[in-house]
């Protein structure tokens, strides 16, 4: 089973990112009429993502599935969540306590690394009945601020 714990992905190196990444500027860089195009311009006329950018959704996508019960993975030993009966003044009534993390390698795994977008999405984004309406409001939320490009 995969330990979320130890979550040694790329995220911990920068150098790794901007290698996979390459792999995908430079095909879409050999596209007819495309050479001349700055990344984002052939992303945007493709209707692509980066590559993190789509971790980024894929990871708030298992947030989502866990802190619903769509797998079965227990939230409480992941994620220390706002108790919802507290009456808050803003964000929704899932939002997840930040960790602190001492090491980047820990602040880059699935449990910490994306806390902030997560907490950032509207509340009717979060409370969606089923995944797929989840992936559908979700790609309406701007989250660039939470990459780097």
């Known amino acids: ?27 879409t860089k050999r596209l007819n009429g495309f050479s001349m195009l ?12 980066t590559l993190e950018m789509r971790r980024l959704k894929l990871d708030l996508v298992m947030y989502y599935n866990i802190l619903h019960g769509f797998v079965d993975i227990d939230a409480g030993s992941l994620f220390d969540t706002i108790n919802c009966n507290v009456i808050r003044s803003r964000g929704h ?15 880059s795994s699935f449990v910490c690394r994306n806390v902030n ?6 509340e009717h984004v979060v409370n969606c009945k089923t995944t797929a309406t989840f992936k559908r409001r979700l790609s309406t939320v701007d989250l660039t601020q939470f990459v780097n490009f």
């Open 1 to 27: 089973m995969f330990n979320f714990y130890n979550d040694t992905c790329a995220s911990c190196y920068g150098s790794l990112i901007r290698q996979v990444e390459s792999v995908q500027k430079k095909f």
């Open 38 to 49: 700055h990344y984002c311009e052939r992303l945007n006329k493709l209707e692509a993502e």
């Open 93 to 107: 009534p899932l939002r997840i306590i930040k960790q602190h993390c001492n090491v980047n390698c820990r602040s």
């Open 117 to 122: 977008a997560w907490n950032s999405l509207p």
